[in-house]
């Protein structure tokens, strides 16, 4: 089974441009998790998709946006880049995304984008 | 608040050696806590995870204990090879949430 495949690879942007990030999640996964890692912040959470729907939001401003379409695969899209939002951008997706089991989470390879 | 501290932030050791990383977690009730390895230019990989209604879990050469009562869990790597050479990343689920809360992560250096 294919995991979980990010796009693209590398972006690089200037300041107020805007991006929109790819990710398709392993067959039969329908939760679909951002998450941004930086050398200073860690890794830190985004949002969460299931059916569509966003169930859960970490603490970024309204600049960072997501979606998620009826085959599961979801996007992400950061308006009015700033310097600081370079990052590597990952996706992670799990089957139902149950948070009471918990369920694991498989990550993609990630995006990594720079901002000039 | 939901937090995850880890240490240490670098460990070097001689090959087989073992090699133990810890973390803290603050949310009581947390209930599941994977551990990750992040090799070059790659995302995150299970290597290992916990559930809280168990006090340890062995695969191989990779343990993890968790002590609930103190809010502690470790990674335990045995008789250390080259290739464990990673950054390595402890993480804490959100009671009520598909999220994880991560540590700040171990750059583990094994040493021929």
């Known amino acids: 089974k294919a995991g979980v495949t990010q796009t693209p690879r590398y972006l690089i942007k200037t300041r107020g441009q805007q991006v929109t990030l790819s990710c398709s999640p392993i067959?039969?996964?329908?939760?679909v998790s951002w998450y941004q890692q930086t050398p200073g912040q860690g890794l830190q959470f985004l949002f969460e998709?299931?059916?569509?729907?966003?169930?859960n939001k970490g603490n970024f401003p309204g600049r960072f946006s997501g979606r998620q379409f009826s085959n599961s695969r979801s996007e992400m899209n950061v308006s009015t880049l700033e310097l600081g939002d370079s990052a590597l951008y990952l996706c992670?997706?799990?089957?139902?995304?149950?948070?009471?089991?918990?369920?694991?989470?498989?990550f993609g390879p990630g995006t990594r984008l720079l901002v000039l | 608040g939901e937090n995850v501290e880890q240490h240490p932030s670098t460990l070097s050791v001689q090959e087989g050696d073992s090699a133990v990383i810890k973390c803290t977690y603050s949310?009581?009730?947390?209930?599941?806590f994977p551990w990750y390895k992040q090799e070059l230019g790659k995302g995150p990989q299970l290597i290992i995870d916990?559930?809280?209604?168990?006090g340890e879990k062995k695969d191989q050469r990779i343990a993890v204990t968790l002590n609930k009562t103190a809010k502690h869990f470790s990674l335990h790597i045995t008789e250390t090879q080259p290739e464990d050479s990673a950054v390595y990343f402890c993480?804490?689920?959100?009671?009520?949430?598909?999220?994880?809360?991560f540590g700040q992560g171990t750059r583990l250096t094994i040493n021929p």
């Open positions: 993480a804490a689920s959100i009671p009520g949430a598909q999220k994880l809360v």
């Open positions: 067959s039969g996964h329908r939760s």
């Open positions: 916990i559930r809280s209604n168990v």
């Open positions: 949310d009581s009730a947390s209930n599941y």
């Open positions: 998709y299931f059916s569509e729907t966003q169930r």
């Open positions: 992670a997706s799990s089957l139902k995304g149950s948070p009471v089991t918990q369920e694991t989470q498989y």
